[in-house]
């Protein structure tokens, strides 16, 4: 049986607009931007720049949100779903004051989910996105690129990990859940540069069935920007004939 894997746009380095995006790994790749199906672009594209801070650019024809570390990419259209359900189920940012954010979220009547955890929790955007939030007061920017969190098979888990440090050079890595607090589960995660992607298993409390493909849902794709982009490309089909997965 095969994995329906998330789509993977893979850009060539070089655009004008990489100014936020962290430096390339070893293997060349870097996250580049996160691609969002709503109905109403205006509504969401404000939540991302009034209330969160998100920096509108232009690339030629195509407006971006740039927060540190990624783009966001807003098209209209009528998603076939939300991002829940699929196997991208959402992504998560950080914050330096969350005290701040929501404050101004609930000033703004916005829904926001509360976890264990008082310094962490969910923001609905416009469209009824779900994006995850926790505080480090560490950091110096307000706001910043954190996590995508994808939800799959237990058993397929290692062998998506075992993938994405192969193919796009990924450091193998477990984390926290950072809205628990009374059971802190460790999370199987690789760590790229702009992100981290957290391999969440299934199970009867997260998910009422199989993941459905991402493509076409509130989240559509991912983006990552790369050096070499031919090399990835050749690895990349041999990783997946070799495991069985699907990209």
Known sequence: ??????PLILLS????????????????????????????VDAERRFFIDMMGGVPVENGKISMI??????????????????AGSIVNHFGLVLKDVAAFTSK???NHLVIDHAENPKAGYVHSPSGLRIEFYEDTSQSAPIAMNHIHFFMAPQRVLEMKAWYV???GGQPSQRYCTSCLTHKRLIETVDLPGTNFSLAPLSPSNSSGPPVPTKGRQIDHIGFEVKNLKALKRLRRTASNSTNLTV
């Open 166 to 168: 192969k193919v796009f």
């Open 13 to 40: 380095l070089g655009l004008p607009m990489r100014a936020e995006l962290v430096s390339p790994n070893a293997a060349g790749v870097t996250l580049g931007h996160i691609h969002l199906i709503v109905k109403d």
């Open 105 to 107: 979220w609930e000033a």
């Open 1 to 6: 049986m095969k994995l329906l894997f998330l």
């Open 66 to 83: 740039e927060f540190p570390g990624v783009f966001v990419i807003i098209s209209q259209g009528d998603p076939t779903g939300p991002s």
